[in-house]
């Protein structure tokens, strides 16, 4: 029975173990998504062999992969210098903008950057006009041979990546307080560097390396960073896009309504129907219907107020059959509804217009929804034409 037990329990552990490790792996399958390239030009080999130490040091960082990259040799170009490294593939500059982060590493050459390096840069304009490197973290190392120079070098490589808008990502305090003291180094609070030329040693040293494998390490931290803000942003531009509201068909939308347009009315005047200014149209009409003046006279007397909102009614289809013409014969093409103002044929005493006004600006926004929402005024008139009850003045914008 004990024996039993044993085997259940040993049974028990074993398949704990194997779903521990399948959601581990899953897990770094996941969290797999840091990209970090290493961009190096290299001249005596150095500069190789401290990129190889920087993208051992981002493989450490969990979940980021180091893609290894030279610089194409601008003498290459002229058949005059072979690719130095065949197993490493060569960049192109667009293809920056596809890394969560990147390390750059050149020679140093009179406290600069090498031409290659320089040239490779110039390169990158487009890459500067479309933001496409802003917020990315970047680093630089590099290599010298009499050490002269060194630290200049990385702030030159600096001002460009500034320009860019990328994230500075130094060597910092933890890397420069394991400098190996016991030779010299070229290390550097900015960045890795090697003296290459220390006669009879071997370079990058140890402690060189060393430095370089932490400053890739810090790389990767600081891309992990920038990818899950990209991602962030990504979630909610795709929510946005995804929630965002479907526009009305205004076509669609009258018929739902069951409002079937009245034919434009005629002018009876040295005059327009509408007038377009810019994007801007302007449109004025009575309540005209089938020819005739819907519920004609003063509002009070004879018309009632519940006729005098049929002829508001009215009066608000005539401007929409006519701001149709304006926009094409569509009225998709109206962006938004910009003005109403209403005449109201009353007496002195009269005080009720904007009860009667909000037949007009009910039903507009009721068709356009938020775009038809407008700005207002309601006026007393003595009287109007063709004894009319009510004129609407009305300004619209098209698309």
Not at 240 to 256: C, G, N, S, V, Y
Not at 367 to 375: A, C, D, L, N
Request: charged share 20%; proline share 5%.
């Amino acid at each position: 029975m004990i024996l039993k037990l044993v085997k259940c329990f040993a049974l028990a552990l074993s398949l704990l173990s194997i779903n521990n490790l399948n959601a581990q792996t899953t897990m770094k399958n996941e969290s797999s998504n840091i990209r970090v390239l290493v961009l190096f030009n290299t001249t005596g080999g150095g500069t190789y062999k401290l990129a190889k130490a920087i993208a051992e040091g981002i493989e450490k960082f969990p979940g980021a992969k180091a893609i290894l990259k030279q610089i194409p040799h601008f003498k290459e170009k002229t058949g005059k210098e072979p690719q130095l490294y065949d197993s490493v593939p060569y960049a192109s500059p667009s293809e920056l903008a596809e890394y969560d982060g990147i390390a750059f590493g050149s020679p140093v050459h009179f406290g600069n950057m090498s031409t290659d390096m320089r040239y490779f840069l110039d390169q990158t304009i487009d890459l500067w006009t479309n933001h496409k490197l802003e917020g990315k973290p970047a680093s630089v190392f590099m290599s010298a041979g009499s050490g002269a120079g060194r630290e200049a070098a990385i702030l030159s490589f600096w001002n460009t990546l500034a320009i860019h808008g990328m994230i500075l990502v130094p060597t910092g305090i933890k890397g420069t307080g394991e400098i190996d003291k016991t030779i010299p180094q070229g290390n550097t609070a900015f960045g890795t560097t090697s003296l290459a030329g220390m006669p009879g040693s071997e370079r990058p040293s140890k402690g060189e390396l060393h430095i370089a494998n932490l400053q890739g390490y810090a790389l990767a931290k600081a891309a992990k960073g920038y990818n899950a803000v990209q991602t962030t942003l990504g979630n909610i531009n795709n929510n946005m896009t995804t929630q965002e509201t479907p526009k009305t068909d205004i076509e669609a939308r009258l018929k739902e309504l069951n409002i079937t347009l009245p034919n434009a009315p005629q002018p009876v005047g040295n005059y327009k129907l509408f007038k377009i200014s810019g994007n801007q149209v302007f449109i004025n009409q009575v309540a005209l219907k089938d020819g005739k003046i819907e519920h004609p006279g003063m509002i009070g007397n004879p018309v009632t107020e519940e006729q005098a909102k049929e002829a508001t009614r009215q009066t608000l289809l005539n401007i929409l059959s006519i701001l149709k013409q304006a926009a094409a014969g569509d009225l998709n093409n109206v962006k938004q509804a910009v003005q109403l103002t209403g005449f109201f044929y009353t007496d002195e005493k009269y005080t009720k217009h904007a009860v009667i006004m909000n037949e007009a600006s009910n039903l507009l926004v009721e068709i356009f929804g938020e775009s038809g929402m407008h700005t207002r005024a309601t006026i007393g008139a003595a009287s109007l034409p063709l004894s009319s009850s009510v004129e609407i003045q009305a300004v619209f914008e098209l698309k």
